[in-house]
């Protein structure tokens, strides 16, 4: 044990000295090293001036100092070492990424200009760095791009996807002549005493992926369009044969099915096309002020022979004291999306359950909140934030309603954000679910353009 002890301590003390001798070569160890070549000469002349023992003395003051300043300087060096060291491989991992990545000063003095930036705008690092960038840049063709990248206001179609004066704030910008399609992630860099030191620019080239998502919206369309044409007729052909009088009764029931299996298959593609719009930014809304209470009622009233047929009941917990409450929207639109939740709330429900529509002000603030709760199946707790995805449908629902797109709820949460609200859900498995949106009371508040945020 005690010769493994001295090995152990011997390898401490090599790694120690290896370790002094390697930091001891960095620039900030030149001041000991000046130190302790003045403290040797003064050290030898006082030999041949001075006494002995005020030698001596001085020559231990001198190792003292010696001592704290070699010991300050070698921290310095491996502390300035190790900050060199993170400082090339955060710039190592900065080159290598495929997003561009500029950094800026308070003064828009750029420090950082990847390549992947320079790919993007066809602009050098090296003719870049150092720059002061101002708005006057977007009036030479050169620097166009980056300029209106740099100051969002000046592109020619910029969305904001965050709120503003939040960070990181999140931005789309669209060009032209070439195409070129950015999403521009723009981050907040503080030091450890909350000191603003700049900014970062992430701009990920979205160009392909949104021309791959458009070829794929382009076919959805015309898919549809060519199928509806042939299912109307369809449709139209079942509807006149049953009210043929003298149609044989056995044959009622198959038309009474064909009637039903083409008003679904119509229902999917109309869905696929509403999607196809949302997406697009054409789903064209027009908003107007509308009376809210009276506009849920009467949707709550046409879907009271559905909820009969399938043995739910429907409460209606009307506002207190409101007699009226006018909002901006488009009728048309939203009643697709209160449509939707109340489909799901009645269709997935069980025999004799409930649906229960509240409706309420947000305390202190400018909205007013809807809730749809049902007393259904529910959602496992894990699948609840997928409920506003496309195509998604419960696990456990698939077992016994094999029917459903998946498209309702996300139709229904892009309705709902352009008209200025909020979506989120509530499920317990097997308890049932509760649906709430919101939407302004300030028509300030209502996003003036159509736009698609996934």
């Not at 909002?327 to 409930?354: M, P, W």
């Not at 459903?404 to 308890?431: F, M």
Request: positive net charge; without cysteine.
């Amino acid at each position: 044990m005690r010769r493994g002890g001295i090995i152990k301590v011997m390898g401490r003390i090599k790694r120690s000295w290896e370790e002094i001798n390697f930091y001891s070569k960095q620039k900030d160890m030149q001041m000991f090293w000046i130190f302790a070549v003045i403290a040797v000469g003064l050290t030898v002349i006082q030999m041949f001036i001075f006494p002995r023992s005020l030698v001596t003395l001085n020559a231990f003051v001198f190792l003292v100092m010696a001592t704290i300043i070699f010991i300050s300087s070698f921290r310095l060096a491996k502390a300035n070492f190790a900050v060199q060291t993170e400082k090339q491989h955060f710039q190592s991992i900065i080159v290598s990424l495929q997003d561009g990545v500029i950094f800026y000063d308070p003064n828009f003095q750029i420090q950082v200009f990847n390549q992947a930036a320079e790919r993007i705008f066809s602009v050098s690092g090296q003719e870049i760095k150092g720059k002061e960038f101002t708005p006057a840049y977007a009036q030479q063709r050169e620097w166009r791009r980056l300029a209106q990248v740099m100051f969002p206001s000046l592109a020619p179609v910029a969305v904001i996807r965050s709120e503003a004066g939040v960070f990181p704030q999140t931005t789309d910008i669209s060009f032209e002549d070439p195409v070129l399609e950015v999403r521009v992630t723009t981050v907040k860099i503080l030091d450890g005493m909350g000191k603003l030191l700049g900014f970062m620019k992430i701009v990920r080239d979205r160009t392909r992926e949104i021309e791959s998502a458009r070829t794929k919206s382009e076919f959805v369309t015309v898919a549809a369009h060519q199928l509806r044409t042939p299912l109307n007729a369809i449709a139209w052909t079942f509807e006149t044969l049953a009210d043929e009088k003298v149609m044989p009764e056995s044959m009622r029931q198959f038309i009474v099915n064909g009637r039903e299996a083409t008003a679904k298959a119509l229902k999917t593609v109309n869905d696929l096309l509403d999607v196809t719009r949302i997406e697009e930014g054409q789903f064209g809304y027009q908003m107007q002020e509308v009376e809210f209470i009276s506009f849920l009622e009467n949707i709550l009233a046409q879907k009271m022979t559905v909820a009969k047929q399938y043995g739910i009941n429907i409460y209606y917990d009307r506002p207190q004291g409101e007699e009226s409450i006018n909002l901006k929207i488009d009728a048309k639109r939203l009643a697709i999306a209160v449509d939707n939740f109340l489909d799901n709330a009645i269709k997935y429900n069980v025999k004799n359950g409930e649906v229960i529509v509240k409706m309420e002000r947000k305390k202190g603030e400018p909205f007013i909140q809807v809730s749809i709760t049902d007393t259904g199946v529910g959602v496992p707790a894990e699948e609840v934030r997928n409920l506003f995805t496309k195509f998604f449908r419960g696990s456990n629902v698939l077992k016994f309603q094999t029917e459903g797109t998946g498209l309702g709820l996300y139709i229904a949460k892009n309705v709902i954000r352009q008209h200025g609200g909020q979506v989120w859900a509530e499920s317990t498995l097997n308890r049932g679910s509760t649906f709430y949106f919101t939407l302004p009371t300030d028509p300030k508040l209502v996003p003036v353009k159509e736009v698609f945020g996934e």
